[in-house]
């Protein structure tokens, strides 16, 4: 990852824009700055990204990418919140859901996330980010604790319910680590339905299970 | 990690006892190799470590660092091995566990290694390394598959033990993820006891719970 962190020179920048873009802004300039910061994340990881590097990518201003999201961590954080957007969807739609199908309801979400690249390749380098540098695993931190441990909380009856939803989170986020990164045989070629079933029963028990002791 | 890159210039070292090394050897000289090797990983990452500067913090010449552990990525997984070593020789040393058991004793196992920060240190930086270099993750794939997940397997007979051994691993490699590398409260702070007696009935569900379907 390091080999990235030297910004292209100025030689090679596309034309960019800048005047339309400036003076228009609006939805679709937003959502292109930030395809652009997770593109330019994903490649170089959250050290060698630059909002410098996100503005050529997106044929726009610095100032622009400043305008919209602030600092380096900002553009950090709406990139994280943008890649999981799909999970956090999914999330958001399910109200209804009761506590004791709340681990085949995660884990269903967990694997449809994960087993279409589209959704995947960016969380993956955002997570890949996280585990490296300090700032971005706060981000990537506040992004769990407050979208999806908080959701799953929320809907557990019980004094515990943030740790439990922890719990249950950390199994899926194993399964991420060794069938997606480091794609440990046979569980990184398993039957995705097959990891479902296997998983959905110890999901369940860290949510609603007895409590230890 | 990128500011670590470059190799410290040569008027830097420190003196290199080169003709006693070279002609002495022996034990204690591989296991200040493999300190210095360990202590390169952890500190620069796997991309920006290097042979000579492994050498340089270890005191002897290059060429016996290759004499002993050959190219980087062999290094590197002795490295991974000695980081491991608590790990594996509590896994070595009980022989005796049944089945019914193995879900406490694993369970047991990782919290003695990454409670004790001289064993969690080490561990915590080449499980970095692999997570954002193919190479270090293909070594440490290897050693996962290896050690841990084939010394479980070998104790299930059942003919998905390796998937189920994987399985549990990945729990417990979430909450290293989450307890010592994101950090996520109240799972980084809540105490040891208390999560292994509610992670044991998650892992031991993997490793001899009922098949999927």
Redesign the interface.
């Given at each position: 990852?390091?080999s990235g962190?030297t910004p292209a020179p100025a030689g090679r920048r596309r034309g960019r824009p800048r005047r339309a873009e400036a003076a228009g802004g609006g939805p679709a300039t937003r959502d292109r700055i930030l395809a652009a910061a997770r593109a330019e994340f994903a490649e170089r990881?959250y050290?060698?990204a630059s909002i410098r590097g996100i503005a050529r990518v997106a044929e726009v201003d610095q100032a622009l990418v400043h305008h919209y999201f602030g600092t380096k961590e900002q553009v950090f954080g709406a990139a994280v919140a943008a890649a999981a957007a799909p999970a956090t969807d999914n999330l958001s739609l399910r109200p209804d859901v009761p506590p004791e199908q709340l681990g085949q309801w995660l884990t269903g979400v967990f694997f449809r996330v994960w087993e279409n690249p589209v959704t995947r390749a960016p969380i993956l380098a955002i997570a890949?980010s996280?585990?490296?540098n300090d700032t971005a695993?706060g981000i990537?931190?506040t992004f769990?604790?407050g979208q999806l441990?908080g959701r799953i909380t929320e809907r557990l009856d019980a004094p515990d319910a943030?740790?439990r939803a922890?719990?249950a989170?950390?199994?899926?986020?194993?399964?991420?680590?060794?069938?997606y990164?480091?794609?440990?045989?046979?569980?990184a070629s398993?039957d995705a339905e097959?990891?479902v079933?296997?998983?959905v029963?110890?999901v369940q028990?860290?949510l609603t299970?007895p409590p230890?002791?």
């Open positions: 990852m390091t962190a990881g050290d060698a890949r996280a585990i490296t695993a990537f931190r769990i604790a441990v943030r740790l922890e719990l989170a950390a199994q899926l986020v194993g399964v991420m680590m060794l069938r990164i480091l794609r440990v045989e046979p569980l398993a097959e990891l079933a296997r998983l029963p110890a028990h860290h299970g230890p002791g």
